[in-house]
């Protein structure tokens, strides 16, 4: 969820991972995800391997499951809702491989 160039994007948006081996470019958005919580949306999202594979499966239920926040159902639908910007805002391109 930044613009800075491609090998500054140090973790994975979806799980933290400081290994992020990929870039999708998203479009800039905001979205509310509780009654009081909006997310605003500047840039791309990077994912790690195993992310990149549950996104390109459209395996969203397992997407979450990786985020730190998901320790109970409430902190997983709050990352399902985060994501689910992220797949109405990805542009249709493929995502980049990221050089590190
Ligand atoms: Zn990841």
Redo the contacts with the bound molecule.
């Keep these: 969820m930044t613009n800075a160039p491609v090998t500054e994007i140090p973790y994975?948006d979806?799980?933290?991972?400081d290994e992020?081996r990929w870039r999708y470019s998203v479009e800039d958005y905001t979205a509310l995800v509780t009654n009081t919580h909006v997310i605003t949306n500047d840039g791309d999202w990077a994912?790690?391997n195993?992310?990149y594979e549950l996104i390109e499966a459209n395996d969203r239920a397992n997407l979450a499951k990786?985020h730190p926040y998901a320790t109970d159902s409430y902190g997983e639908q709050l990352v399902r809702r985060t994501h689910d910007g992220f797949f109405a805002h990805k542009l249709p391109r493929r995502a980049y491989k990221l050089q590190n």
């Design positions: 994975c979806f799980c933290g991972s992020p994912a790690c195993a992310c990786r």
